[in-house]
Each structure stands twice: as C-alpha cells, then as structure tokens.
C-alpha cells in the first residue's frame, strides 16, 4: 500500500483517540438514569455535545471515504505493474506489437500453422492481429496438406481466410504442388491474386499438369519481383512439346532454380540481377550439370549476384564451347560443390567482380575433391580485368599447394577468408606455414602469397580448436608474421616489387561457425600472443 495511504490511516486513528480522550470522558452523562428528569442547565451542554459528536462523526466519514479512495487506486496500480511485469508488451502501442508479431513466424505462415493462438490471447491482441494485414500476407501450402480429404477442405478455407485478411498489400506464396482435384482448387483460389504477388515459391510443379497456372502467373502476376522454381515432368512428350506463355513481370529480378527445368520458361533473363541454382542452407541441391545454365548466363546482362550449390562429383565433361560467358555487371560470384566449376571459369568475363567464394566439390567417403586448376583461376582474372577484394575459400580436402597456388593469381587481395571444415589438420599446417611472411614451410622457395592482405578470417567447423595444438601455433605464427610491417615500412615497400611484404593485418578474425566450438584456453593464448600487436592498433576478433 503506499505512503498516502497509510499516512491517511494514521491521521484517522490519531482523530478519535484524540476526541475520545477530551469530549466524552469530560460529558455528565456517564452516570445519568433513562429515569432521571434533567435539569435546564444540562440539556444546553447535552445538544452542544450532540452536535459536536454529530460534526466528528461526518469528519470521520470523510476521512475514511479518502482512506477507501486511496486503497483502491493503490490496489489499481498494483495490479498494473504486476500485469506489466507478467507481460512486457502489455503497454506496447499496436505498431511495435504488430511487428512482434510478423518477427514471430518463419518466412511463410504454413496453412497447417495458423495464426489462431494470437487472437486467443486476449481482445487487444486479437485486434492488433486482425488489423495488421502484413501478418497474413506470407502463405505457405504444403504437400502435407492434402494428405486427406478433410484436412484439404479445411485448409482450402484458412486459405481464404488468409487472402481476404491480408486485404491488398502485396503477398509472398509457398506452393508445394501436388496434381490432385483439391490442389487444383487452391490453385484456382490464387488465381485472383496473382496481381500482387512479390514472391513466388513452387516446389515441384508438374508442368504438363500445371500449364494453365503457370501461363496465369506469366501474365498476370505483374508485381513478382522473386520467383524460385523447381520442376517435375509426367508428360510422356517432355517438356519441349509444352508452349509457354514469356513472362511480363517488369520487376522481376531474383531467380532461385534447383533443376535445369527452369531453363526452359521463357523468363525475363535479361533483367534479373540475382540468379541462384540450388540453396545450400535448405540443403537443397542443384541437380543438373553446371554448363547446362551457360546459355541462360550469357543473357544475364544485368547479373550483380550469381550463386550454384550443387552435389554433382561425376567426372568432368569434355569440351563444351569456347564462347565467354560475359556478365559486365556481375560483383559477387559462389561456386560450390561441382566437379566443373573449372568450365565457368575459364569463360568468364566479370569486370566488375570483387567478391568470389569457392567451395569444392568433395568426393564423398574419400579424401580427395575436384579443385579447379590455378590456371583457370588465372585465366578468368586476367580477362576480366577485376579487382577482386575477397576471396572466401573452404579447401575442405584439397592439398594446401592448390590452395596457394589460387592466392598467387591475386597477389593484391587484401581480404581472405578461409574455412576449414574437415580434418585434414596437417593440410591446414602447411597452408598457414605458406602464408608467413617470410614462408617458413621447408622446399618452398615460391614468391610471397598476397603481400597485400590486410584483412583476414579463419573459421572452423566441425572440429575443437583445442584439439589441434600444432594447427594453433602455426596460425598464431602466420598471424604474427603479417603483423610485424610498419606503417613506415609499408610506405617505403610500396615502390618495390610485387613479391615483398607492402602490407600489414589490420584485422583479423578467428573463431568458429559455433560458438562453442571455440575453447576458451585457445582464445586466451592467441590473445596473449598477438597482444603487442593489439596495442599497436590491429583488430583482433577471437
């Protein structure tokens, strides 16, 4: 209870001893009979004493309609904050809690995963969610769904229900299609709103069973700016003998392809600025060849951003064409998991590229993976003319020769990254030897690798760094090497050859894919070690 209450409380006590003490012990009516007849002067002193007692007993009455007052708003405000400490977003306003609520769900709301325990919750709750259409704008219909007749049926309907509520904002679809009557009637459902669509997900589509959508999506879905694909065919004439509709979507500019199917929708190529074949995070594969996009490539004008994440260890192909693969605007370039990723390389042209990630493929159960050659390497470098500014590599279980053969085509690179996500510790040693400035790996007498480098990252995967004492003092002694320049040494190296030390590490981060990975007895030594080096004004991320 607070202060004003029980200050209230106090005077009210206070009052009546106070008045029972100096009236009623002073009154000559303790020992008056009901039978005594008073006197004249008596009753003059008994009406003052009525009307006296009368006026302290309304005074009370007052004080205790306050005292009554102040518990309640007391009580009021208890309730209040011990409802706000239960729930924080009690006194959010709706915009802040409406974006709670969109934060809450993965990118799609699937249809089997409504927001219904929202509006359950209490009535302001419900209200927000209801007026927020945002919150049902991003629908997703999975094959599960039409496991039975009911469950279809159903969900048919929480598909409208997301429709209508989401009113007219634009809409992203996930639509794992499956060619079944109930299907066919979600898909009709759509139909209307394919105008505001943004992003469009279908997950393996019969296109012989599907024409009639996707010609409804070629032509009127005008806001699509993201459209992922992967295909199934059941027509016995292939997918040649079917007459697409070419897509008028202006705004399209992401492409997320998984098999070569896609290749063969007249889509807006021309315009797109992002295109990706596979989604390693999904662990979704690419599954055709690499060289069966190169055709589509060389129409890709506008590419900013190119992606492959493919699973494909079958031997190389023979010769498949000369012609280069020019992307004038192309910046960041992942090739991941190809037995020919070589063949893209050697037709490149990206003048513009400045970022390159390159993971190989890896034969699985064996300690051996395609690299591609330096010279391609080589080759897509100089005829692009481009400045690469990173380089991320996952050598996984190349040898660390390859490795380093790759970093003498870049002796400018000022930004490395390199993760390690497999075993090969001794590989790792020689690598890290390699990279010293000066090397101090035995039989090497090579050029210096990247004098430039200025800034780099060492992650690890899959493996305790505790585990590899050897791996960590040879890293620490890498590090070490490249941090001993002065900046007066760099400026006065700056008129020398290519081959010498120009540059110091600036930054340099070394740590784990997980957290935990990392040991705490590691990162005390590194710091240890580099501390001098710290002080002097490198950043250091452990």
């Known amino acids: 209870m607070d202060a004003s209450v029980n200050t209230r409380s106090q ?6 001893r106070c008045y029972e003490a100096s009236t ?3 009154l000559p009516i303790r020992d008056l009979d009901s039978t005594v007849e008073l006197t004249q002067g008596a009753k003059p002193l008994l009406r003052a004493c009525v009307t006296e007692v009368t006026n302290h007993i309304r005074t009370m009455e007052g004080l205790l309609r306050v005292v009554d007052e102040e518990c309640e708003r007391s009580r ?13 977003t009690h006194g959010l306003p709706p915009e802040i809690l409406s974006r709670i609520f969109i934060r809450c769900y993965d ?11 929202l509006l359950l919750v209490c009535k302001r709750w419900r209200d927000v969610a209801l007026s927020t259409p945002l919150l049902w704008s991003s629908i997703g219909v999975e094959r599960s769904h039409y496991s039975t007749t009911v469950i279809a049926r159903r969900l048919k309907l929480v598909l409208g229900t997301f429709l209508r509520r989401s009113h007219n904002v634009p809409i992203s679809l996930y639509l794992s299609i499956r060619p079944t009557l109930y299907c066919s009637q979600t898909l009709t459902a759509i139909l209307p709103h394919l105008p505001r669509c943004k992003l469009l997900e279908l997950d393996g589509v019969s296109v012989d069973c599907n024409t009639d959508f996707l010609s409804r999506i070629a032509t009127d879905a005008l806001s699509l700016e993201s459209f992922s694909f992967s295909a199934t065919y059941y027509s016995i004439f292939g997918h040649e003998s079917i007459a697409f509709v070419a897509f008028q979507s202006p705004r399209l500019r992401h492409i997320a392809a998984y098999d070569g199917h ?11 600025t992002h295109l990706h074949l596979g989604n390693e995070s999904e662990c979704r594969p690419f599954t055709a060849r690499l060289f069966s996009c190169f055709d589509v490539l060389r129409r890709c004008v506008e590419l900013t951003d190119f992606s492959f994440y493919s699973l494909d260890h079958r031997p190389p192909p023979g010769f498949q064409g000369s012609a280069p693969i020019v992307l004038p605007k192309l910046r ?34 064996r300690y051996r993976c395609y690299f591609a050659p330096a010279c391609t390497f080589r080759r897509c470098i100089e005829q692009s003319g481009c400045n690469l500014q990173c380089l991320t590599i996952r050598p996984g279980h190349a040898s660390w020769n390859e490795v380093i053969d790759w970093l003498h085509c870049v002796p400018s690179l000022p930004e490395l990254r390199l993760e390690f996500k497999h075993t090969s510790v ?6 890290f030897q390699a990279l010293s400035q000066p090397s101090t790996l035995k039989k090497y007498s090579g050029p210096s690798v990247v004098p430039r480098l200025r800034r780099i990252h060492v992650i690890l995967a899959g493996l305790a760094w505790d585990s590899v004492p050897h791996f960590q003092q040879s890293l620490i002694s890498m590090i070490s090497s490249r941090c001993t320049n002065s900046p007066t040494q760099n400026s006065d190296s700056s008129s020398s050859t290519s081959t010498g030390p120009t540059r110091c590490l600036e930054y340099v981060r070394v740590g784990s894919s997980r957290t935990e990975d990392t040991g705490d007895e590691f990162r005390l030594q590194i710091r240890t070690h580099l501390r001098e080096f710290v002080e002097a004004g490198i950043t250091l991320h452990v």
């Open 24 to 26: 009623f012990d002073a």
């Open 76 to 88: 009021a405000h208890s309730l209040e904050r011990i409802n706000t400490f239960i729930s924080p």
């Open 426 to 431: 001794h590989s790792r040693k020689k690598l």
């Open 11 to 16: 005077q009210l006590r206070a009052a009546m």
């Open 262 to 272: 896609t290749f063969s929708l007249p889509l807006p190529w021309a315009q797109l």
């Open 107 to 117: 990118k799609y709301v699937s249809l089997d995963c409504t927001l219904q325990p």
């Open 332 to 365: 960041f370039l992942q090739m991941q998991g190809s037995s020919s990723d070589y063949l893209l390389l050697d037709r490149l042209v990206a003048p513009k590229l400045t970022n390159l990630t390159y993971i190989p493929m890896s034969l699985p159960r």
